[in-house]
């Protein structure tokens, strides 16, 4: 899923829209320290992942359980769901 394909969703008049024209959404969040400590230990242990990806599968994961029927956000959920297994991050 690209990062516009939400956005596309909800707004069907950019489905035409090239990835240059469809406009991104940039989010800022204070996040307790201790969240922040573990998002790191798990990027340093699964190098396949990054910050976006995980921030969108958190995401997609709250959305979901709390009702969101959209089916980009059940794609994205189920498709983390699925995917190969990840190491477990070390407590710290």
Do not use: H
């Amino acid at each position: 899923m690209d990062r516009n394909q939400l956005e596309r969703c909800v707004n069907p008049a950019l489905a035409a829209a090239t990835e240059e024209e469809a406009s991104f959404v940039s989010l800022e969040s204070e996040i307790p320290e201790v969240l922040f400590t573990a998002m790191k230990g798990f990027i340093g242990a699964n190098p396949n992942w990054d910050q976006y990806q995980l921030m969108s599968s958190a995401l997609a994961r709250f959305l979901y359980q709390n009702g969101c029927s959209e089916r980009a956000v059940t794609e994205r959920y189920l498709d983390d769901l699925f995917a190969s297994p990840i190491v477990e991050c070390s407590k710290q």
